[in-house]
């Protein structure tokens, strides 16, 4: 409960600012201004979450002493954390970046990818690597790095191709 609360804390850092700014720019008709701020909230965004992430890498063991955990229970907990916060940065690139596709308007692709991706990379492989490779929970932990690092690179071309410009907002 505590990593969810802490992970909705640092998403509400970062979500307003792409929607509001490049918004703005979009309906202003200003394409070079939102491409300017989604390079530079993206830069922003990622440099804060990962100091953010490294911090609660780094204090993870000191929160596991106020639980009485079992040592392979301690042990998972701490593979999660690395694989959610050192990993975290493609779910921060990719949030970031819909984010800002969708303020420019370019809702139904990020729609689309990000349902797609769920079903085809997210459920699947969870599925392969969680029950049928015996991974458990960090089987399926890889799978959603999975998921997110394939909608960061699809963002991130789509961002880079320049389409999302076209989009009319008003």
Same mark, same amino acid.
């Given at each position: 409960?505590?990593?969810?609360?802490?992970?909705?804390?640092?998403?509400? =850092?970062?979500?307003?600012?792409?929607?509001t700014?490049?918004?703005?720019?979009?309906?202003?008709?200003?394409?070079?201004?939102?491409?300017?701020?989604?390079?530079?909230l993206?830069?922003?965004?990622l440099?804060?979450?990962?100091?953010?992430?490294?911090l609660i890498? =780094?204090l993870?063991?000191?929160f596991?002493?106020?639980?009485a955990?079992?040592?392979?229970t301690?042990?998972?907990v701490i593979? =999660?954390v690395?694989?959610?916060?050192?990993?975290?940065q493609?779910?921060? =690139?990719f949030?970031?970046?819909s984010?800002?596709?969708?303020?420019?308007g370019d809702?139904?692709?990020?729609?689309?990818?990000?349902?797609?991706?769920?079903i085809?990379v997210?459920?699947?492989l969870s599925w392969?690597?969680?029950?049928?490779?015996?991974?458990g929970?960090?089987?399926?932990?890889i799978?959603?790095?999975?998921?997110?690092s394939?909608?960061?690179?699809?963002?991130?071309?789509?961002q880079k191709s320049?389409?999302?410009?076209?989009f009319q907002?008003?």
């Amino acid at each position: 409960k505590v990593s969810g609360h802490w992970l909705r804390w640092r998403e509400s =850092l970062w979500v307003p600012y792409f929607i509001t700014v490049i918004g703005q720019c979009m309906g202003n008709g200003d394409a070079d201004a939102a491409e300017h701020y989604f390079k530079r909230l993206t830069r922003i965004t990622l440099l804060i979450s990962s100091a953010w992430n490294l911090l609660i890498f =780094l204090l993870t063991p000191f929160f596991m002493k106020f639980y009485a955990l079992q040592p392979e229970t301690k042990r998972l907990v701490i593979w =999660l954390v690395l694989i959610h916060n050192v990993l975290m940065q493609q779910h921060i =690139l990719f949030g970031a970046l819909s984010n800002g596709l969708r303020a420019a308007g370019d809702v139904k692709f990020t729609m689309y990818v990000s349902v797609i991706s769920t079903i085809a990379v997210r459920l699947l492989l969870s599925w392969l690597l969680g029950i049928v490779l015996k991974m458990g929970v960090i089987g399926i932990a890889i799978a959603m790095v999975c998921d997110w690092s394939i909608r960061a690179v699809i963002f991130f071309w789509r961002q880079k191709s320049g389409k999302w410009k076209t989009f009319q907002v008003i």
